[in-house]
Every structure is written in C-alpha cells, then in structure tokens.
T-cell receptor, first 111, second 110 residues
Framework: KAGVTQTPRYLIKTRGQQVTLSCSPI?????VSWYQQTPGQGLQFLFE???????NKGNFPGRFSGRQFSNSRSEMNVSTLELGDSALYLC??????????FGEGSRLTVL | DAKTTQPPSMDCAEGRAANLPCNHS???????VYWYRQIHSQGPQYIIH???NNETNEMASLIITEDRKSSTLILPHATLRDTAVYYC???????????FGTGTSLTVIP
C-alpha cells in the first residue's frame, strides 16, 4: 500500500510569489490534514479536509488556503509569500477518526 | 494551545527502557492521547494511542493515569534507531486536529 505522497519535496520561492503544494493520501483515506513545521513554532495545524469539505481550520491568515478533490487528493496554496513562510509543510491522511499517516513533507524556502 | 507538557530532552542507554512522561491536565473526557515520533527531517510516525486504558503494541506501551491528567510512553528496549523527537498529543474529538507540543528529544546512548 503506497504511503502519503507530497510534491514537490523541495522548492524555493521569493517574497510576494505564491506556491501550491500537492498531497496524495493513502488509497481509501478521505481525510487530509496539513501542518506547518518551523524551528520556532514547531508543528502547527493548518486545516483538515474530509470528503472535499474543510472540517477544521487552524489559526493561520487567509493567505493559506487549501482544497480537496473528489479523489481525495489535496492541494494547499500560500499566496503573497513572506520570509516567515519558510517551513516544512506536512500532509497527513486518515481513514476517518484514526491515526494520521504523514508524508515526508515539502520544504519551502522563501528568499 | 499545545495542551500537553513534555520534558525537552532525555537520554536513555541502549537496551534499557525509555520512559517518556507527558502531562495533559486539561484533557477532556472524550479526548484521546496520541504519541508520534519524528526522526530528523522525516514526517512524524504514529506510535500508539489511548483513551483510558493502558495500551501496548509492537512498538511501545502507553500508561495513562486514572485521572487521565498524565501518561507515559514506554519503549521497552531502546535502540539507537529510537533516537527522535517524541510528541505527546491530545486529539480534539471533532476531527483530525492534533495539537503537537514541543516534544521530547530522546537520545539513545550506546
């Protein structure tokens, strides 16, 4: 069974640009969550999607958005990038209310 | 809003049991305690979870106090590959929203 796949693994952007990250959950999983990890703030919850609907949202500005497609794949977008958005962005999938299975993350560097 | 408190770091001798404590004094009756670990630059890995009773699987044991205000993760025979940051997490019951605290950096010493 394939795990959670995140693309791209690494990317570099400049301030003011936008970025889109992709996540393919484990087959059969309908819940996809996104987390941001930085050295200063640790792992912070961004949002969760279940059956194409946002079910929970963390305390992040509106520049951070996401969506989920009918095949459960999810994307997150960050607009007007700031230096502080440099982080490891982790995606996790779950069958419903169960343990999360994390991908290896997308490491974003904003210059 | 981490809801959990863990010591920042611990050492453990290889082959010995590693006991990682966690305080979650504000936990609600229907909130689960989860443990994950993260090896440098990798995604967090699920270890174990529980609600009220003690739990054991092939990786670890989870001991939850009767008042549910604290728990202990036990790695029975620590190996060098167990060196990682261990997160004790309280999961909000209304979805897959996990509050990760700062975790405990466990170093297994040869």
């Amino acid at each position: 069974k394939a795990g959670v796949t995140q693309t791209p693994r690494y990317l570099i952007k400049t301030r003011g640009q936008q970025v889109t990250l992709s996540c393919s959950p484990i087959s059969g999983h309908r819940s996809v969550s996104w987390y941001q990890q930085t050295p200063g703030q640790g792992l912070q919850f961004l949002f969760e999607y279940f059956s194409e609907t946002q079910r929970n949202k963390g305390n992040f500005p509106g520049r951070f958005s996401g969506r989920q497609f009918s095949n459960s794949r999810s994307e997150m977008n960050v607009s007007t990038l700031e230096l502080g958005d440099s982080a490891l962005y982790l995606c996790a999938s779950s069958s419903s209310y169960g343990e999360l299975f994390f991908g290896e993350g997308s490491r974003l560097t904003v210059l | 809003d981490a809801k959990t408190t863990q010591p920042p770091s611990m050492d453990c001798a290889e082959g010995r049991a590693a006991n990682l404590p966690c305080n979650h004094s504000t936990i609600s009756g229907n909130e689960y305690v989860y443990w994950y670990r993260q090896i440098h630059s990798q995604g967090p890995q699920y270890i174990i979870h529980g609600l009220k009773n003690n739990e054991t699987n092939e990786m670890a044991s989870l001991i939850i106090t009767e008042d549910r205000k604290s728990s202990t993760l036990i790695l029975p025979h620590a190996t060098l590959r167990d060196t990682a940051v261990y997160y004790c997490i309280v999961r909000v019951n209304t979805g897959n929203q996990f509050y990760f605290g700062t975790g405990t950096s466990l170093t297994v010493i040869p």
